[in-house]
Every structure is written in structure tokens, then in C-alpha cells.
């Protein structure tokens, strides 16, 4: 049985691409806590202020009041932004929205060279499970395992 394209397959007088993963294999940013995203960010190759920046950022943006975390951002902020919003204060419902929030660049989100970026690491859905079949070695890291066992689970 022949195999289906995925990459540049003709749409009438377009294209598209597809891909298929797995969503338990990436950690759930509206249910992890503050220790296992500093985690992923540091294995994403963060430093130390900017995962602080991310991750007070996205706590405020999920939270449902205005008060600001020392390294996060609020409303208030988003609003002197060109093009003004407001923080959800609530889940987000798309990963691609920790573009909106402060500290994520699109760098950050996407990856550059031996860094993974968020979009392949994180998800917005489902249980605050990870399957370990299925996970990259940054998101098994991000849930406290060492070395060893990462590569025992990768190999």
C-alpha cells in the first residue's frame, strides 16, 4: 500500500501539509506547575531570568485577577502593546497563544537549532498525563527524569 503525501499535497490551486502526534506526549501548560515548566524551559536551553519571565507571565495570564507576579505580566501590560489586549485570566486554548504572552518569542514558540520550541513540546488539552512511548527526550526531562533514563527510554 502506497503511502499518502504530507508535505506540499495539491488542494485545488493550493497546498497544504499535515503532520500527526501524539498529544499526551507533550507537557499541558494549563495543568503543570511552575517546577516542571522551569524544566522544559531550561531544557529548551532558556536562561534563567527569561524562563522566570515565561513562567510568572503564564501563571498571570491564566489566573483570574489583575495582581501582578514579580517577573509576570498583566493586563496592564498587554495594553501599552501596538496592538492592545488583555491577559485571558483564564486556560489558554490554544498553545499558539504563549505568543501573547510576555517573555515567549517566536524563537522561543518555534525553536532555533539544537532548541526545540515550545509548539513541539507543549499542548493545551487533555489529561496532565505524558506518554512516555511517545515523548521527546526535553519533555521526559521536564518530568524529573535523569539522563540515563531518558536515553533508556529514547533508544
Known amino acids: 500500500m502506497a503511502r499518502l503525501p504530507r508535505q506540499h499535497v495539491p488542494l485545488g490551486a493550493g497546498e497544504f501539509s499535515y503532520r500527526i ?6 507537557i499541558n501548560v494549563n495543568t503543570a506547575g511552575p517546577d516542571r515548566l522551569e524544566r522544559l524551559l531550561a531544557t529548551a536551553g532558556l536562561d534563567k531570568q527569561t524562563r522566570d519571565t515565561i513562567i510568572d507571565s503564564l501563571q498571570d495570564w491564566k489566573d483570574a485577577d489583575d495582581l501582578r507576579r514579580i517577573n509576570g505580566a498583566e ?14 485570566n483564564g486556560a489558554l486554548q490554544d498553545a499558539a497563544e504563549l505568543l501573547q504572552i510576555h517573555g515567549v518569542t517566536r524563537d522561543i514558540y518555534r525553536g532555533v537549532q539544537d532548541h526545540p520550541g515550545l509548539a513541539d513540546l507543549v499542548t493545551v488539552v487533555g489529561r496532565d498525563t505524558v ?8 519533555v521526559l526531562t521536564s518530568l524529573g527524569l535523569s539522563d540515563a533514563e531518558v536515553a533508556e527510554i529514547t533508544s
Open 131 to 138: 506518554n512516555m512511548n511517545t515523548a521527546p527526550a526535553p
Open 21 to 26: 502526534s501524539d498529544e499526551e506526549a507533550r
Open 75 to 88: 493586563s496592564e501590560e498587554y495594553l501599552k502593546q501596538p496592538v492592545p489586549y488583555r491577559a485571558r
